[in-house]
């Protein structure tokens, strides 16, 4: 199974609510990552968890929230987000963060703030 | 710090006739170079990376790339292209001692027409 899946695949939320977005993969790998991706643009890396811990935080605004409960699941807590967040949320994972295995990509959730 | 380049923001072709797809990079150490595909409403799905070793890389669907490390260039090419290779192709370039940190161009679309 090499499969990355993400849900919601759609979420639409206004500026005051609060949601989350969830990633999961049964490959045993380690390392989880998320990504922004804007219409027409290559996807930002956000987060990157190693070994269920925070690694890499591409500077993100507080208003997104990681979260790794455990080795196959990946949470993003999103609140008082702004319209400009409005973007495809990409979750994907590899082996480890060091080898340069393969990242495996999920089909992304398409967020609309309002 | 790291770049990536990507020549041609569109590329329209047609069904059977070959292709190459620009990417250029810039970087102050050795790095690995990947090719991405993004189908529309899809998540990112590897094509090929370069890690290391020869520099003709195969990789899916029968694309490949060669890396150039005068020119500093990792261009992707097929011979033949069907209508289904229609999307948006990804350069991407991560340095060695980071690796789980990818800098993306921004992106080719390709379009193949019948």
């Known amino acids: 199974d090499t499969e990355v899946t993400q849900t919601p695949k759609h979420l639409v939320m206004g500026m005051t609510n609060k949601k989350s977005l969830k990633c999961e993969q049964h490959?045993?790998?380690?390392?989880m990552y998320w990504y922004k991706q804007k219409a027409k643009k290559p996807p930002e890396l956000m987060f990157v968890?190693?070994?269920?811990?925070?690694?890499i935080n591409e500077s993100v605004p507080s208003r997104f929230s990681p979260e790794c409960p455990n080795s196959s699941l990946l949470n993003l807590h999103l609140h008082a987000l702004q319209p400009e967040d409005s973007a495809l949320y990409l979750c994907?994972?590899?082996?480890?963060?060091?080898?340069?295995?393969?990242?495996?990509f999920g089909p992304g959730t398409r967020l609309l703030v309002l | 710090a790291q770049s990536v380049t990507q020549l041609d923001s569109q590329v329209p072709v047609f069904e059977e006739a070959p292709v190459e797809l620009r990417c250029n990079y810039s970087?102050?150490?050795?790095?690995?170079l990947f090719w991405y595909v993004q189908y529309p409403n899809q998540g990112l799905q590897l094509l090929l990376k370069?890690?290391?070793?020869?520099?003709l890389v195969k990789g899916i669907n029968g694309f490949e790339a060669e890396f150039n490390k005068s020119q500093t260039s990792f261009h992707l090419r097929k011979p033949s292209v069907h209508i289904s290779d229609t999307a948006e192709y990804f350069c991407?370039?991560?340095?060695?001692?980071?690796?789980?940190?990818?800098?993306f161009g921004d992106g080719t679309t390709l379009t193949v027409k019948p």
């Open positions: 994907a994972s590899s082996q480890d963060r060091v080898s340069l295995e393969t990242q495996y």
């Open positions: 490959m045993g790998h380690r390392a």
């Open positions: 370069y890690l290391s070793g020869s520099t």
């Open positions: 991407a370039v991560s340095d060695r001692t980071n690796a789980g940190k990818s800098t």
């Open positions: 970087s102050s150490v050795s790095v690995y």
């Open positions: 968890y190693s070994y269920e811990k925070l690694s």
